[in-house]
């Protein structure tokens, strides 16, 4: 086995890149995932490049990381009316700015009743043939002085995975004292969100119907909640985990605007040039479509769980190949799998193009063996970077998988690219002599399911789930619970969520979760009630294109901008899924300028509710009317501090006479509220 087609490590202290290769001390050339001027440097022995705990992973020269916790202090001088956004230039008065980064910069990011403090970086906004032997035998022939074989990953790391990698700053340790010490799970959701008492200190109301829509939603509605006190709690749980007998909404019918959506890759590849000519790109309407389901669909918990999968098996939108098989891997892979089996969508991510070519799997063979599936099936898609397996492994796994690949577009096994020989990964075993290709094709998905049923894959997807749902620090107790449920369920998903929902952990983590960057902006178009309709203000300035289509790439690429959009890291590793990961006031202030452009309906590819219409019968003074505007878009009143702020940016006293305009005011209060940490949590 030929040691110079290793996989190329994650540069996860330097996600963004600048496109350069980086050498490594062994001088092997760094492999791309095949993401156009993404660097990729090559797995090697120690992973020095990845951040010690305590040092949150650059994400490009936007993000900023927190430096603790604590309140800001600021005050607001009364009646300066509320400043434009972009009023830096003016030292001697008070900006919108600084009011809103008073209130959502160093409110919005709470988690446990305590808000990040502003970093110095926030406070600048102010300033072959087949080969036949024995892969199990002890010695070595490929390893390196810097990479042995046999070496135990978690040994040669300073992470243990992803988020837990950012939660080793001071910020995630304070927010570690929130998390409870045990738990239990109760008959239903219904009966433990009725038993369990919420005691940590919270901005968030202790609201059950609100922390459910927060959670198993991109985002609570009217509607959303409205249809759960009708329901009740267990009634649209067990909904939510039957998407196929919730009839498609409106904007998902117009998903029919985006041609490529329902297209094969076969049909992609044959009608490339006529799409083109068209202006269709299909990864780019992949991710159109996924925002458009995630903004209006009435599926939440299911594109929910599409998100989650998708982070957790990823294969970015964008990599070379992504244009014709993308579309496949979502609908046929993830989607097809996310509320059903896990161990079922490993096994079909393994013979789907997308992942075979993202992996370079499709050049691996016997005789120059590729590692990069074998080994991101172990360390991300199964058992976890802690969970057990050696270099060794990784080697076994890889020889084993030789033969799969991609031709003419299709899953090929090529028994002639096939190692042959007995293997030995983890606990599975099998002498993978067959010359049949079919059975030695099935030897294969044996191992895919073995590791995807294995003990630690069970605890890594429990603990992710408990991470996406409950709290960045997942409670223990919860995840073994989880574990056990995975185990006895065989991989199976909706056991998982309904365990999930019906343990004390769940519901008494209310205040724990802050949006990430995509969740924010869904989750206002969602509050705001912005309808997929064209407005009456549109005007047709793109003829191959659809007034809806153009809005949904318009959210698309402003999400670009903000940093995170469905399917959209260039590494396998996906996002990661704690808050430390993406506090930067940059990014903050351009999702509160996004709230207010549609608060002011100027997407008029989409219908809005003028902003004096959103609370159908006003109160005449200053203060009913923020707490009405709250509760309408937050779906609770806010703090007394939340309050006052918010009525001083606007130069008014609570007493304050208001029409329905607020006397003028009405877009600018309404985008301060979702400025607060009320929206900014979840």
Do not use: C
């Not at 992609?268 to 202006?279: F, H, M, S, Y």
């Amino acid at each position: 086995m030929a040691d110079q087609n290793v996989p190329p490590r994650r540069p996860r202290n330097d996600r963004g890149g600048d496109g350069r290769q980086q050498p490594h001390p062994d001088g092997r050339t760094p492999v791309s995932y095949g993401v156009p001027g993404y660097p990729a440097a090559p797995y090697g022995g120690p992973h020095a490049e990845y951040p010690a705990a305590g040092t949150p992973a650059s994400r490009g020269p936007q993000w900023v990381g927190p430096e603790g916790l604590g309140r800001q202090a600021f005050h607001q001088p009364a009646g300066t009316g509320l400043p434009n956004l972009d009023d830096d230039g003016d030292r001697g008065r008070v900006g919108r700015r600084r009011a809103l980064v008073a209130l959502g910069g160093t409110a919005a990011v709470v988690a446990g009743g305590a808000a990040l403090a502003m970093s110095p970086q926030v406070r600048g906004l102010f300033g072959g043939d087949s080969v036949a032997g024995d892969a199990t035998g002890t010695t070595v022939t490929d390893g390196t002085p810097a990479r042995p074989s046999g070496q135990q990953p978690s040994t040669v790391r300073t992470y243990t995975e992803q988020n837990e990698s950012y939660m080793g700053s001071r910020a995630g340790v304070a927010l570690k004292k929130n998390s409870p010490s045990g738990g239990r799970t109760f008959s239903g959701p219904a009966a433990a969100a009725a038993e369990t008492p919420v005691t940590v200190q919270t901005v968030l109301a202790k609201d059950p119907v609100r922390h459910l829509a927060s959670r198993a939603t991109f985002g609570a509605t009217p509607k959303v909640l409205a249809d759960i006190r009708r329901m009740g709690i267990d009634a649209w749980v067990r909904a939510q985990l039957d998407p196929e007998k919730i009839a498609p909404s409106a904007a998902e019918l117009k998903l029919a605007e985006l041609p490529t959506l329902k297209l094969s890759s076969q049909q992609l590849r044959d009608q490339r040039e006529q799409l083109n000519e068209r202006g269709a790109q299909p990864e780019k309407e992949m991710v159109d479509g996924t925002l458009a389901r995630q903004i209006w669909s009435e599926r939440q918990l299911y594109e929910v769980m599409v998100d989650f999968w998708n982070d957790f098996l990823h294969v970015a939108a964008d990599f070379d190949g992504g244009e014709a098989y993308r579309n496949s891997f979502d609908r046929d892979v993830v989607r097809k799998h996310a509320m059903g089996s896990y161990p079922d969508m490993l096994v079909a991510a393994n013979k789907h193009p997308a992942l075979l070519l993202y992996l370079n799997q499709n050049d691996s063979r016997a005789d120059a063996v590729n590692e990069n599936l074998a080994r991101e099936n172990l360390e991300l898609y199964s058992v976890g970077v802690d969970g057990g397996y050696t270099e060794k492994d990784v080697r076994q796994a890889a020889l084993l998988q030789t033969g799969r690949g991609v031709d003419d577009g299709k899953y090929v096994f090529r028994n002639e690219r096939h190692y042959r020989g007995k293997v030995k990964i983890l606990g599975f075993s099998h002498p993978n002599d067959s010359t049949d290709p079919k059975k030695a094709d099935q030897v294969i998905d044996a191992y895919i399911t073995y590791i995807a049923l294995h003990p630690s894959t069970a605890r890594y997807v429990a603990r992710s789930l408990a991470t996406r749902f409950v709290s960045d620090t997942p409670p223990k107790s919860l995840v073994d619970r989880l574990a056990k449920i995975y185990t006895v369920n065989k991989g199976s998903v909706k056991p998982l969520l309904m365990s999930l929902f019906s343990s004390s952990e769940f519901w008494a983590a209310v205040g724990q979760k802050v949006r990430r960057p995509m969740e924010y902006l869904v989750a206002t178009y969602r509050t705001l009630g912005v309808g997929p309709q064209a407005g009456p203000g549109f005007r047709q300035g793109d003829s191959k294109r659809t007034a809806f289509a153009q809005g949904l790439r318009q959210i698309h690429d402003k999400l670009r901008e903000l940093g995170q959009y469905p399917m959209g890291q260039p590494t396998p590793d996906g996002y990661p899924d704690v808050y430390v990961a993406w506090t930067s006031a940059g990014t903050m202030v351009n999702g509160w300028n996004e709230a207010g452009d549609l608060i002011a309906g100027n997407r008029t590819q989409f219908t809005y509710t003028r902003a004096e219409k959103l609370v159908a019968k006003p109160p005449t003074t200053a203060g009913a009317y923020v707490d009405a505007l709250a509760q309408r878009l937050v779906h609770q009143k806010l703090t007394a501090r939340e309050r006052n702020l918010i009525l001083g940016v606007a130069g008014v006293s609570a007493t304050t006479k208001v029409d329905a305009t607020f006397n003028g005011a009405v877009a600018a209060v309404a985008r301060a509220i979702l400025a607060s940490p009320q929206h900014h949590l979840r």
